[in-house]
């Protein structure tokens, strides 16, 4: 079973640049969730979605974040402008239906903003 | 606020000794608690988990327990290899979302 694919790795970007970040979910897995993890912090929810609704977003920066989820299966989460302080890795999990608590997370991409 | 705390940064266990992670909650309406492990480059991958009606949960080496009186969970594993070193993060579901600590980074010492 193919896992949970993400692209790019890695990106540097200046401040006030725009990004993008893809994200592949296992297949059948309806629920995607997009987190943003700070050097020697835990994962932080940013949104979440069920199938191509938003679930939450309450953590999202919406003023410079925006995620969309077409189709219910593919997801972009990007970044314009960037700051100095979304340098992070950003990670993309998914889960089946109903087992919310057991997630499966893509490699990141690390984002570097100079 | 943290509703889930995990106090030590680090841990260094000897090769084949059990190896103890704690972790601390604060919100009584979890109805999950999880661990993860993440290796270096790679995403947290799942590893255990336990619900909030239940005391213990075994899974060959790694064995979670729960104090809900004390809002307080543990990660034993036993006996530790070389590959256990890793990042784990405790976390914790409800509402179909889940909430990690900051993490433990685990070094095993041959």
């Known amino acids: 079973e193919a896992g949970v694919a993400q692209s790019p790795r890695y990106k540097i970007i200046e401040k006030r640049q725009s990004v993008a970040f893809w994200c592949n979910p296992i297949?059948?897995?309806?629920?995607l969730y997009w987190y943003q993890q700070i050097l020697g912090q835990g994962p932080k929810l940013l949104i979440q979605f069920q199938n191509n609704g938003v679930v939450d977003d309450s953590q999202l920066p919406k003023d410079r974040f925006s995620a969309e989820r077409l189709k219910g299966v593919d997801s972009t989460l990007k970044i314009q402008p960037a700051k100095l302080e979304d340098s992070a890795v950003y990670l993309c999990?998914?889960?089946?239906?109903?087992?919310?608590?057991?997630?499966?997370f893509g490699p990141g991409t690390r984002l570097t903003v100079t | 606020d943290q509703q889930v705390k995990q106090n030590s940064p680090s841990l260094s266990v000897q090769e084949g000794r059990i190896s103890i992670l704690n972790c601390d909650y604060t919100?009584?309406?979890?109805?999950?608690f999880l661990w993860y492990k993440k290796y270096p480059a790679e995403g947290p991958t799942f590893l255990i988990s336990i619900s909030s009606i239940k005391d213990k949960n075994e899974d060959g080496r790694f064995t979670v327990f729960l104090n809900k009186s004390a809002k307080h969970l543990s990660l034993h594993i036993v006996p530790s290899q070389p590959g256990d070193s890793a990042v784990y993060f405790c976390?914790?579901?409800?509402?179909?979302?889940?909430?990690f600590g900051k993490g433990t980074r685990l070094h095993i010492l041959p």
């Open positions: 976390a914790a579901s409800g509402d179909d979302k889940i909430i």
């Open positions: 919100n009584s309406m979890f109805d999950y």
């Open positions: 999990a998914s889960s089946s239906e109903g087992i919310s608590y057991e997630q499966y």
């Open positions: 297949s059948g897995h309806a629920t």
